[in-house]
C-alpha cells in the first residue's frame, strides 16, 4: 500500500472496544501483547489495551498511515469481533510515549477504578464516552506503575 510522506507525519490516536472470541484466554492476552509490543516498535506506534470481562478496550497512537494500516488487521483479527470506534483524534503529542503497549487485566486492587468510569457494575467499554474510556485508561496505568 502506497503511503504518503505527509501522512506520516501526522500523529493521530485511536482508541476503540471489542468483543473477544468465547475461546480466548489469558495466555493469548499474553500473546496479543507480545506481538502489540513486536509490531508497534518496528512501526512507531505506542497504546494501552485493556482485556476484562471478555472486552478490549485500547488505544493506538502514531502516524496516520500507520494507525489506518493496523486497524485494517485488526478489524480482519479474529481473536475479537464488533470492533466499535469510541474516538480518532490528532495529538500535539503522544499519551503512551513510554510504552509500545501498555496493558491493564482485573485486579482486587483497580476494581474501583473500573467501576468509577462505569454505569453498571460489570466492565462494558461500549458505553462508555471517549473522555471516560481515557480517564479509565489512564488511571489503571498510574495506579499500576505506583
Ligand atoms: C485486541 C487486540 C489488540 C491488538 N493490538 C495490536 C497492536 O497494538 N499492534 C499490532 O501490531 N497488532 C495488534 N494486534 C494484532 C493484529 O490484529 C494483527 O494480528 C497483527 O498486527 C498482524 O501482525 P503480523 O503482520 O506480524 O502477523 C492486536 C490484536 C488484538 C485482538
Known amino acids: ?68 494500516r493496523l486497524l485494517y488487521s485488526l478489524i480482519a483479527d479474529t481473536r475479537h469481533h464488533d470492533l466499535q470506534i469510541i474516538e480518532t483524534r490528532e495529538l500535539k503529542h503522544r499519551d503512551w510515549a513510554k510504552w509500545s503497549m501498555n496493558y491493564a487485566s482485573p485486579t482486587p486492587a483497580n476494581a474501583a477504578i473500573y467501576l468509577k468510569y462505569s454505569t453498571t457494575l460489570d466492565f462494558n467499554p461500549y458505553l462508555l464516552s471517549a473522555e471516560a474510556a481515557n480517564n479509565l485508561m489512564h488511571e489503571l496505568s498510574t495506579q499500576k506503575s505506583s
Open 1 to 68: 500500500m502506497a503511503q504518503s510522506l505527509s501522512d506520516a507525519h501526522i500523529l493521530v490516536s485511536m482508541t476503540y472496544a471489542s468483543r473477544a472470541n468465547p475461546d480466548v484466554s489469558a495466555k493469548d492476552f499474553n500473546e496479543i501483547l507480545q506481538q502489540a509490543n513486536e509490531n508497534n516498535a518496528a512501526n512507531g506506534i505506542t497504546g494501552m489495551l485493556i482485556f476484562n470481562k471478555n472486552y478490549f478496550l485500547q488505544t493506538i497512537e502514531g502516524p496516520r498511515a500507520q494507525i489506518n
